[in-house]
């Protein structure tokens, strides 16, 4: 649920200067509205003045920790808390050691496009092609063969979706 950086904050004898606490809440609303961006480290770092009829110091900091939470699950995703980088060498060793197993008797994905948009990948990680976004990848399709070398389709997809976390943590 998306914070309220509107909300009405309650008045105290000696509180937060209101004039520098609505400024900072303003930045934030705009950057969660595609505005300029601004990071949970900036919001933590904000300091204000205590004045008289100042806002309520806990219920501004309560917000503000809101405000900080609701910055990071819309931050890009490597600056997201919890999520370490990909080196992209070794996501190029992770693909090519990639195995999939045949489709057998049911229908799959055609071997050679699949293999073929890896080695696409792997191209652009080593910046001999294009880079692969994971939004590429989300999009890929594949050609399904009901007879020949197809692999399996569930395993591929969850590859991929592997696949396009890492491509978005590099």
Request: charged share 30%.
């Amino acid at each position: 649920m998306p914070v309220k950086t509107g909300a009405r904050l309650p008045v105290a004898l000696r509180g937060y200067d209101r004039g520098q606490v609505d400024q900072l809440l303003g930045r934030i609303a705009r950057a969660l509205n595609g505005g300029p961006p601004l990071s949970a480290d900036e919001v933590r770092a904000a300091r204000f003045d205590i004045v008289l009829r100042g806002y309520e110091q806990r219920a501004v900091d309560e917000l503000v920790r809101e405000c900080i939470r609701e910055l990071q699950t819309t931050a890009p995703y490597d600056e997201r808390p919890g999520r370490p980088r990909v080196h992209p060498g070794w996501l190029v060793n992770w693909i090519q050691n990639a195995r999939f197993s045949g489709a057998g008797l049911r229908s799959g994905y055609d071997v050679r496009d699949v293999d073929a948009f890896l080695d696409r990948v792997v191209a652009g990680l080593r910046g001999s092609a294009p880079p692969v976004t994971a939004r590429d990848v989300r999009e890929s399709a594949f050609r399904v063969v009901r007879l020949g070398p197809g692999y399996d389709e569930q395993e591929v997809d969850r590859f991929l979706v592997q696949l396009a976390g890492a491509l978005e943590r590099r």
